[in-house]
């Protein structure tokens, strides 16, 4: 079993900063992927940014913008989010794949305000 839990969310203006992590129960080196996911209100979830076995990958949104990255030795993974926008309001999920069977952590709220 799998436990990713997050923190480092909250309200922020636009244009300012903020990181999150994700704390796993397990070696991430074992993870098949793993990465971030958000939910805006009314709206389905979609991919922030992963881990893959060929790097990073963002969504076209965030490009440029947000920074995945990892400590193997704390099994966290984290999201760096710079020049944030209104649009970036959601809550934030960590997720992994591990043995074919998905992961999801809680989330964290993320409120930008303009």
């Known amino acids: 079993q799998v436990q990713l839990v997050e923190s480092g969310g909250g309200l922020v203006q636009a244009g300012g900063s903020l990181r999150l992590s994700c704390a796993a129960s397990g070696s991430i080196f074992s993870f098949n992927t793993m990465g971030w996911y958000r939910q805006a209100p009314g709206k389905q979830r979609e991919l922030v940014a992963v881990?893959?076995?060929?790097?990073?990958y963002y969504a076209a949104s965030v490009r440029g913008r947000f920074t995945i990255s990892r400590d193997n030795a704390k099994n966290t993974v984290f999201l760096q989010m710079n020049s944030l926008k209104p649009e970036d309001t959601a809550v934030y999920y960590c997720?992994?794949?591990?043995?074919?069977?998905?992961?999801w952590g809680l989330g964290t709220q993320v409120t930008v305000s303009s």
């Open positions: 881990f893959t076995s060929s790097g990073p």
């Open positions: 997720n992994a794949v591990y043995s074919a069977r998905n992961y």
